[in-house]
T-cell receptor, first 113, second 110 residues
Framework: DAGVIQSPRHEVTEMGQEVTLRCKPI?????LFWYRQTMMRGLELLIY????????DSGMPEDRFSAKMPNASFSTLKIQPSEPRDSAVYFC???????????FGPGTRLLVL | GQSLEQPSEVTAVEGAIVQINCTYQ??????LSWYQQHDGGAPTFLSY????GLEETGRFSSFLSRSDSYGYLLLQELQMKDSASYFC???????????FGTGTKLQVIP
């Protein structure tokens, strides 16, 4: 079975540009999570969805960040405009029916210059 | 809010046993999960405890004491491939918020 798929795997962009990260959860999983990981702040939950509906977005750092889940097989995390401090690894994870057991994608390594 | 504490680094010898502790302070505690992450990789789920006691999965076991707000991950018969970071994560009831600890970097030496 395919795991969680994220694209792109690496992204280098310049400050001020729009960045869109994509995620395809495991088929049949009804929870989808977006995380950001940095050395300084560790692994932070940004937002999560249940059945395509955002449940908790309290971790979204500011209005420059937005996330959507238009259907059960696709989600995006958008940063507009991007800033150097957004440089991090962004993980998407999904789970079947419970938040305590999550399956992570390989991550997108974002560098904002 | 929630807070979790884990040791930042642990070193252990191949073949030995190591325990990684996690203490938490939170309201609405629902359960404690453990994840493993190798350098450059993604977190991988290891175990989950909602009730007090020990859960065993092969060489790995996880323990929870709700009254002490404490849990640990026990790794037995350590192998070099166990060198990784280990995260505890608390799950808060209600709408089930997840918060990860800062991680413990385990180095297994020959």
């Amino acid at each position: 079975d395919a795991g969680v798929i994220q694209s792109p795997r690496h992204e280098v962009t310049e400050m001020g540009q729009e960045v869109t990260l994509r995620c395809k959860p495991i088929s049949g999983h009804d929870y989808l999570f977006w995380y950001r990981q940095t050395m300084m702040r560790g692994l932070e939950l940004l937002i999560y969805f249940n059945n395509n509906v955002p449940i908790d977005d309290s971790g979204m750092p500011e209005d420059r960040f937005s996330a959507k889940m238009p259907n059960a097989s696709f989600s995006t995390l958008k940063i507009q405009p991007s800033e150097p401090r957004d440089s991090a690894v962004y993980f998407c994870a999904s789970s079947p029916g419970k938040v305590e057991t999550q399956y992570f994608g390989p991550g997108t390594r974002l560098l904002v210059l | 809010g929630q807070s979790l504490e884990q040791p930042s680094e642990v070193t252990a010898v191949e073949g030995a046993i190591v325990q990684i502790n996690c203490t938490y302070q939170t309201s609405g505690f629902y359960g404690l999960s453990w994840y493993q992450q190798h350098d450059g990789g993604a977190p991988t789920f290891l175990s989950y405890n909602a009730l007090d006691g020990l859960e065993e999965t092969g060489r790995f076991s996880s323990f929870l004491s709700r009254s002490d707000s404490y849990g640990y991950l026990l790794l037995q018969e350590l192998q070099m491939k166990d060198s990784a970071s280990y995260f505890c994560a608390v799950i808060i009831g209600g709408y089930q918020k997840v918060t990860f600890g800062t991680g413990t970097k385990l180095q297994v030496i020959p």
